[in-house]
């Protein structure tokens, strides 16, 4: 880990907090805590071996835990006194026999409540001595997620914006993700990565033009301070090698930035182009009766399409078309292209998804039975992230 | 508002030849259907017996209002060749929603049957079904359903009524309403002329389309 500064978390084990009130009740003062003083000491050598400072709101955390078996029993007598306000439950799992509800802040709690003569005659003042040292039981490293966002574009069909896998088998070969997110993994160093896109798109359609923004976070980055020129190499790689999912405008962006690719997803507008077949080749009257209705916007109720109904609610879905131009290429081959509200299903909107998209592109050319051969998406209107400048 | 175009999209260019296949298409618009559905057939045990049952039923509601009348409804109209078998499609898309409907050689649609069987007149979906609301992702309010529970009667201008079935087990999602309010539609637009959408209950297609056929072959 890169970081200039820490901050050490210390767990320790339940007894501690006993053996400070015994101490309290013999010494008729407060015993310097334990815990803050280890927490100090541990920090201060930290600083010192790994050069940095110790700071409470660092953006790297330490957890350390530590546990000593020998009095892992000493808060035992406080669970069976009269009056205990310590619930503990115990139960099998995974075949292993586990007791909860003894946690820490119950038994400091619990204590409080406890009443001197009990800890004197249950436990003893002062406490038993021991033997064997406290050990760590963990060590847990956890630092605020980087995020790198950007814009990615995906040039050919079949590819998935996250690994599609059905009973075990991968549905596609690549996915934006991982073509985007590995090289970023292999720079900073993180144990995990999600990408989020503003939208998705089928894996059948391309993204096209200037790209869908997204942003990926990385879990627990090693390194983080890197360049821009080091993004921008990912980015140009991808670009130079021709590879079938590029990237715009790659960069790292703060955590508050993420926001906007939510935002953007319901409320900006889509371009696309699409390519359809009618059953019978229309009449220029009909074409033309089209592209008028196109020029203003059209208002469209989608019922949820059948291939999502499985996993999404029946609703009726009010969402406006707000351009649309259709040209004939040749026979029945049409080149249609729309500026839609978010939300709108193009698919349907071509076909009409036996009636339940109304209207629809077939109902709008006097229901000849259209479908939708290729689609992709021209253009994502949300202006993020900012261009880079070298 | 001028919209902004972005030189490189007027650059996409479609391959058409590769398409040449959907040449096949232009004599069976109704095609394209396969590239979203796997389509099976169903047939009703005992297709007729549903027109029998309702004729008998009006024939007991006319003797116990009007004992006088001694019109036997159930003599009407009797097709002088018996009715060829009442199939109903089932498309299953590939989630395994299935949409049910009246496969071309149903009597209602096949042409040389108009003349016995008479116009579709009036579409009525049962009454639990059209009752039902089906709300939210888990689709609660669903209609359970198995293969040969009735969704809908259809009734003619000669008086028959046939019985519209699941054909699938699972839960009803929707009914088209559209279809209950233009029964034309069978005629006119045969695709968008689809009963019901049903979830099955299970994922095995072997057992989702257990009481269908591959083929609607003469039993």
Not at chain 1, 95 to 122: H, M, N
Not at chain 1, 158 to 167: D, G, L, R, Y
Not at chain 1, 252 to 269: A, V
Request: glycine share 4%; charged share 25%; net charge negative.
């Amino acid at each position: 880990f890169d970081c200039t500064t820490v901050c050490v978390n210390v767990e320790m084990p339940k007894s501690i907090y006993i053996r400070q009130k015994s101490l309290q009740i013999l010494n008729k003062r407060t015993p310097t805590d334990m815990k803050d003083t280890i927490k100090y000491i541990i920090g201060k050598r930290l600083a010192e071996s790994c050069c940095v400072a110790v700071d409470s709101e660092s953006e790297m955390q330490i957890d350390i835990a530590f546990k000593h078996s020998e009095s892992a029993g000493d808060h035992q007598f406080l669970i069976d006194r009269e009056g205990t306000t310590i619930k503990t439950r115990s139960f099998r799992k995974k075949g292993v026999d586990r007791t909860e509800g003894d946690s820490t802040s119950a038994i400091i709690a619990d204590l409080a409540l406890c009443d001197e003569s009990t800890v004197q005659l249950q436990f003893g003042v002062p406490p038993p001595a021991i033997q064997e040292a406290a050990e760590i039981d963990s060590m847990v490293y956890r630092r605020k997620s980087l995020f790198v966002g950007g814009r990615y574009l995906k040039l050919e069909r079949n590819i998935s914006q996250t690994p599609f896998v059905v009973e075990g088998k991968r549905v596609t070969e690549l996915s934006v993700s991982e073509v985007i997110g590995d090289p970023i993994k292999d720079l900073i160093r993180c144990d995990s990565y999600n990408m989020v896109g503003s939208g998705r798109e089928d894996a059948d359609v391309r993204m096209l033009g200037d790209g869908r923004p997204f942003y990926i976070e990385c879990t627990n980055p090693r390194i983080t301070n890197i360049t821009q020129e080091q993004i921008s190499q990912i980015e140009r790689h991808l670009t130079e090698t021709g590879s079938a999912v590029q990237c715009r405008r790659l960069q790292i962006i703060r955590p508050e930035d993420t926001k906007i690719i939510k935002e953007g997803e319901e409320h900006k507008t889509k371009h696309y182009c699409a390519l359809v077949w009618f059953a019978t080749p229309l009449s220029s009257e009909t074409l033309d009766k089209i592209n008028r209705l196109g020029s203003e916007a059209i208002e469209l109720d989608q019922a949820t399409p059948i291939r999502v109904l499985h996993r999404r609610a029946p609703l009726v879905r009010k969402r406006k078309l707000l351009h649309l131009d259709l040209v004939h290429l040749e026979g029945h081959f049409y080149k249609v292209r729309i500026e839609s509200e978010a939300g709108t299903y193009i698919k349907e909107f071509v076909h009409g998804d036996l009636g339940r998209t109304v209207p629809s592109l077939s109902s709008l050319s006097g229901n000849v039975t259209a479908d939708i051969i290729e689609l992709d998406v021209e253009n994502v209107s949300l202006d993020f992230p900012p261009v880079v400048t070298e | 508002m001028e919209l902004v175009r972005d030189a490189r999209s007027v650059d996409i260019e479609y391959d058409l030849a590769a398409y040449g296949y959907l040449d096949a298409w232009k004599d069976r618009p109704m095609s394209f259907l396969d590239r979203y559905f796997t389509t099976r057939y169903y047939c009703a045990p005992s297709p007729d017996a549903t027109a029998a049952a309702a004729a008998q039923k009006r024939k007991l509601d006319q003797l116990t209002s009007d004992p006088s009348d001694t019109s036997d409804p159930s003599d009407t109209p009797a097709p002088s060749d018996p009715l060829p078998p009442a199939w109903q499609y089932v498309r299953m898309a590939p989630n395994k929603l299935c949409v049910i409907g009246l496969a071309s050689m149903h009597p209602l649609l096949d042409s040389s049957c108009q003349a016995s069987v008479g116009r579709v007149v009036r579409v009525e979906f049962v009454q639990h079904v059209a009752d039902a609301q089906v709300r939210g992702k888990k689709k609660r309010g669903a209609q359970r359903l198995a293969p040969d529970t009735p969704v809908c009667l259809v009734h003619t201008d000669r008086g028959l009524v046939f019985s519209v079935r699941a054909a699938v087990h699972g839960q009803l999602i929707e009914w088209n309403a559209r279809l209950a309010e233009t029964p034309e539609l069978l005629y006119t637009h045969p695709e968008q002329a689809f009963f019901a959408i049903i979830k099955p209950g299970t994922l095995d297609n072997t057992k989702i389309f257990d009481r269908c056929h591959e083929q609607p072959n003469i039993l």
